[in-house]
Structures are given as structure tokens and as C-alpha cells.
């Protein structure tokens, strides 16, 4: 019989997926901030969304309030520091998803929607490492 799969295993393919379509994103405007096909972009920033959603309920609902009631005191710093760190970015980026509701604010301005994908996906992808260098393996150490 194989070996179960570390409690975190799951997130960290989250996260894996969440990274490949931000990166998807990206490559789909220039050095200069334009977008060859906006509907296509806005699709996939759609996808994204949906994925981060699911990912956020995940956390938000389940392992963030497991690992603040940890019985290692380790654990629950962590978990608390990123959340303190970190607790906000989804609303930024639901606050960037909300400038750029259709392919078409995303063709009116180009340039910024690249450099304000840039940032919010520095920030998320910022928050992906740190949970996945930092605190899934503390949480799987203690499983």
C-alpha cells in the first residue's frame, strides 16, 4: 500500500494550478501591457478566480481554523502570521477582479490591467511560497 499523501498535499496542488494559470495570464500580454485576445484573458483570469475562490473556502473555512487551534504552539504562530500577513490579499484581488469585469475593460486599458495583474499575482504567488516553504511543512511535521 503506498503511503498517505502529507495533509498538505492538496493545497500545495492548489497552489501548483493557481501558479500555472497566473503564469498562463501573463503570457498573454506583451512587454508593453498588450493583450492579443482580451476575451481569452478574461476567460482565464475567470478560471483563476474560480479556482482561488475554491482554494480561499478551503482555507478560510477549514485549515486556517485547524491549525490556529494546533496544539503546537509553533503551528498556531505560523498560522497566525500569515494570516495577519496575508488575511487581506483576497480581497485585493477581488478588488482587481471587479476593475477588470469584461474583455472589454480589459482591451480600454491594457497596459494597466498587465501592471495591476502583475502586482496582485506577485503578491498571491508571495503568500503561495510562504505557506508551502513555511507552514505546510511545520503542519505536516505535527499531523
Known amino acids: 500500500m503506498p ?15 493557481l501558479l500555472q494559470l497566473a503564469l498562463e495570464i501573463g503570457q498573454m500580454f506583451d512587454a508593453a501591457g498588450q493583450v492579443a485576445d482580451a476575451d481569452a484573458c478574461r476567460r482565464k483570469l475567470a478560471t483563476f478566480a474560480g479556482a482561488l475562490r ?7 473555512e477549514a485549515l486556517y481554523p ?9 503551528v498556531r504562530d505560523a498560522a497566525a502570521r500569515l ?16 476593475c477588470w469585469p469584461t474583455a472589454a475593460s480589459i482591451r ?6 498587465a501592471r495591476d495583474a502583475r502586482r496582485v499575482f506577485r503578491k498571491l504567488g508571495a503568500r503561495m511560497m510562504k505557506e508551502n516553504d513555511t507552514l505546510y511543512p511545520l503542519a505536516d511535521a505535527h499531523a
Not at 503511503?3 to 494550478?17: G, I, K, T, V, Y
Not at 480600454?108 to 490591467?113: G, M, V
Open 3 to 17: 503511503p498517505l499523501p502529507p495533509p498538505s498535499e492538496r493545497f500545495r496542488q492548489q497552489h501548483a494550478h
Open 54 to 60: 475554491v482554494h480561499a473556502a478551503m482555507e478560510n
Open 66 to 74: 485547524r491549525l490556529l487551534e494546533h496544539p503546537a504552539s509553533e
Open 83 to 98: 494570516l495577519d500577513e496575508c488575511g487581506p490579499l483576497y480581497d485585493e484581488f477581488h478588488d482587481f477582479l471587479g
Open 108 to 113: 480600454a486599458d491594457a497596459p494597466r490591467f
